[in-house]
């Protein structure tokens, strides 16, 4: 089974850029489509990002689009979400998470339909 671990946040101000990475021990993850939520204290986690095992798809939140960028790095076996313009709201504890593609893409945006998640990297973006 694939085990996920984030890496990245920090504390940044309003307008500056956040780099968060997935990294993936036991498994390739070639073989799952990947998603990035997040959870602010006292709501629940919402999608921010997913992307299709290929890569050849990309979905985004309202939220973030123009922000934000997953992408995925198959040799270093990683997830990256590359955050700019960061704005205060879009602070809470980042998550990415992994589903088998053969489970296929669709609903990506529901967290339900993955099977792993990481620990979380905490982002605070202060105004």
């Known amino acids: 089974q694939v085990q996920l671990v984030e890496s990245g946040g920090g504390l940044v101000q309003a307008g500056g850029s956040l780099r968060l990475s997935c990294a993936a021990s036991?498994?390739?993850?070639?073989?799952?489509?990947m998603g990035w939520f997040r959870q602010a204290p006292g709501k629940e986690r919402e999608f921010v990002a997913a992307?299709?095992?290929?890569?050849?798809?990309?979905d985004y939140a309202d939220s973030v689009k123009g922000r934000f960028t997953i992408t995925r790095d198959k040799a270093k076996n990683t997830v990256t979400l590359q955050m700019n313009s960061l704005k205060p709201e879009d602070t809470g504890v980042y998550y990415c998470?992994?589903?088998?593609?053969?489970?296929?893409?669709?609903?990506?945006?529901?967290?339900?339909?993955?099977?792993?998640w990481g620990q979380g990297t905490q982002v605070t973006v202060s105004s």
């Open positions: 998470a992994a589903r088998p593609y053969l489970r296929g893409y669709s609903g990506s945006d529901r967290a339900g339909v993955y099977d792993t």
């Open positions: 036991g498994r390739t993850l070639s073989n799952y489509n």
């Open positions: 992307i299709m095992y290929s890569g050849s798809r990309t």
